[in-house]
């Protein structure tokens, strides 16, 4: 059973950007509305830090919502850069220029842990906590990820159609 603390890290293909001599892969971590200063922490730690750029990537972008924990811009070390905000009137094209996307699953009332799982055993995506990051960063293999395909919801919204008595094209 996952917990609070549960995350998400998701493959999304981008093609590269030059960022001088290096190609730009950047790491976005979004929490969303919430408050969820474990896994900001997780990110922010040198150990995480390192592995994201042991595995290419260059940038840490992190959305950390209401949290109250202020991640350091300092990649101590390593070359990666570090930067954050709280809000955005959208984050789709945050998204989008992502190589990785980090991100949080069943907060709250814990509704999304099942499709977090039932994602990763599909090979859609890997999930971890806060505390086994680093050695999922480590472990994961993104060639191993298959592509989401989402499903066709035309039967579903036919069925309810015809249920309300409106016309079925």
Do not use: W
Request: glycine share 6%; aromatic share 8%.
């Amino acid at each position: 059973m996952f917990t609070l603390s549960q995350i998400l890290l998701q493959n999304l293909v981008r093609t590269g950007e030059e960022m001088g001599s290096r190609e730009r892969r950047v790491v976005f971590v979004t929490i969303g509305t919430t408050c969820f200063d474990a896994l900001v922490k997780a990110v922010d730690s040198e150990e995480v830090k390192e592995a994201l750029l042991h595995k290419g990537y260059t940038d840490l972008l992190i959305q950390m919502g209401r949290g109250t924990y202020m991640p350091s811009k300092d990649s101590g070390n390593s070359t990666l850069q570090v930067d954050y905000f709280t809000f955005s009137p959208s984050i789709a094209d945050y998204i989008r220029e992502a190589s990785l996307v980090i991100s949080h699953a069943g907060l709250m009332d814990n509704h999304q842990s099942e499709l977090a799982e039932e994602l990763a055993d599909r090979k859609d995506l890997f999930c971890a906590r806060p505390q086994t990051l680093q050695e999922t960063v480590e472990a994961m293999d993104l060639n191993n990820l298959l592509p989401y395909i989402p499903g066709d919801a035309k039967q579903v919204v036919t069925l309810i159609n015809k249920f309300l008595g409106f016309p079925v094209d």
